[in-house]
């Protein structure tokens, strides 16, 4: 794939995820983007277009193998072990990252600042249930074989390791904008980008990025879903 297809797909791919679920949520008087039932819809088909959009672009446009993203578990056990641990420490490094960018905000605008609400408050019951399902199971899927599988590989091949990660992860951070308050979040997924596609080339397995990935939602969900 040369480098400006790949640019190209990764843009339009990180808009269309970040962007598609934001138009569709503002129906007419902004009611429906109050809709939990709604928010649930959109967050699958965010990630099941991400993941789908990777799939058919190896399949049908570059005619190679879904296994080319890394997907062979050659060491399934020490995968997800190196995965897990990766990603308790991705929640140690996104919080002192996440203190940095409060205290920053608070000396620049002279009050405390709130983080953006990454799930609705009105989500609850079945479809918290459904979400979280999304977030630790899916959203790891399919963002790990975009960012990772598709995109770091592919920058890999003309960079080296800390170029490919930073930009790959600068991707992986802007794609969850979602308004003004996410720019505090941002910084922090860069980093969990970084640690990510290093991971990644540590391990040459998707499923240990996808592991690490899995670990930092299941923790960050539980923390939002025992808070309500």
């Given at each position: 794939m040369g480098l400006i297809a790949l640019?190209?797909?990764?843009?339009?791919?990180?808009v269309a995820a970040a962007f598609f679920p934001s138009v569709i949520s503002r129906g007419a008087g902004g009611a429906v983007r109050e809709s939990p039932a709604f928010f649930t819809l959109?967050?699958?088909?965010?990630?099941?277009?991400?993941?789908g959009a990777v799939a058919l672009w190896i399949l049908f446009v570059n005619h190679g193998r879904l296994a080319s993203l890394g997907l062979p578990p050659r060491r399934a056990?020490?995968?997800v072990l190196v995965g897990v641990v990766a990603g308790v420490a991705m929640v140690f490094m996104a919080g002192i990252v996440l203190e940095v960018v409060h205290s920053i905000a608070r000396a620049l605008l002279g009050h405390n600042v709130s983080n953006p609400e990454q799930v609705p408050s009105d989500v609850k019951g079945a479809y918290l249930?459904?979400?979280g399902v999304v977030v630790v199971a899916l959203a790891p899927l399919a963002e790990e074989a975009f960012f990772r599988g598709f995109l770091?590989?592919?920058l890999r091949r003309r960079f080296s390791v800390w170029p490919a990660a930073l930009i790959s992860a600068s991707f992986f951070g802007l794609v969850h904008f979602a308004g003004l308050d996410f720019l505090l979040i941002i910084p922090s997924l860069i980093v969990v980008g970084v640690v990510l596609a290093l991971v990644y080339e540590r391990q040459q397995s998707l499923m240990a990025s996808v592991a690490a990935h899995a670990t930092f939602n299941l923790i960050g969900f539980?923390?939002?879903a025992f808070g309500r």
């Open positions: 640019g190209v797909t990764a843009i339009a791919g990180a959109a967050s699958f088909i965010q990630e099941a277009a991400l993941g056990w020490t995968d249930a459904v979400s770091y590989k592919g539980l923390f939002i």
